[in-house]
């Protein structure tokens, strides 16, 4: 069976870092595009950075470029996203997606599989 498992979260404050890790198990996800979504309460579930399979093309949504970076691993089986520069607008519940084409891609019905998520948090 099919698992994608984020971890990584917690409460930070204002100007804090935190790193996202995503991994994948009953499959290897290294030949997946690889996204992060995010969810606040009372929101619509939003994009936030997204790598293909390669790990050598990214895309960011506008909010969070120059703060978060997604990489892959050497095995390129885990993807992380590290988040700098916290802003309380960035709390949420973060989620990892795979996707079977290898792009990278912002719209979450090309994903073909969701973790579960991580709450990230930041206080002001």
């Known amino acids: 069976q099919v698992q994608v498992v984020e971890s990584g979260g917690g409460l930070v404050q204002t100007g804090g870092s935190l790193r996202l890790s995503c991994a994948a198990s009953?499959?290897?996800?290294?030949?997946?595009?690889m996204g992060w979504f995010r969810q606040a309460p009372g929101k619509e579930r939003e994009f936030v950075a997204s790598?293909?399979?390669?790990?050598?093309?990214?895309i960011y949504a506008d909010s969070v470029k120059g703060r978060f970076t997604i990489s892959r691993g050497n095995a390129r089986n885990t993807v992380y996203l590290q988040m700098n520069s916290l802003i309380p607008d960035d709390t949420a519940v973060y989620y990892c997606?795979?996707?079977?084409?290898?792009?990278?891609?912002?719209?979450?019905?090309?994903?073909?599989?969701w973790g579960q998520g991580t709450q990230v948090t930041v206080s002001s």
């Open positions: 997606a795979a996707d079977k084409s290898g792009v990278a891609s912002g719209r979450y019905d090309v994903y073909d599989y």
């Open positions: 009953g499959r290897t996800f290294s030949t997946y595009g």
């Open positions: 790598v293909n399979w390669s790990g050598g093309s990214t």
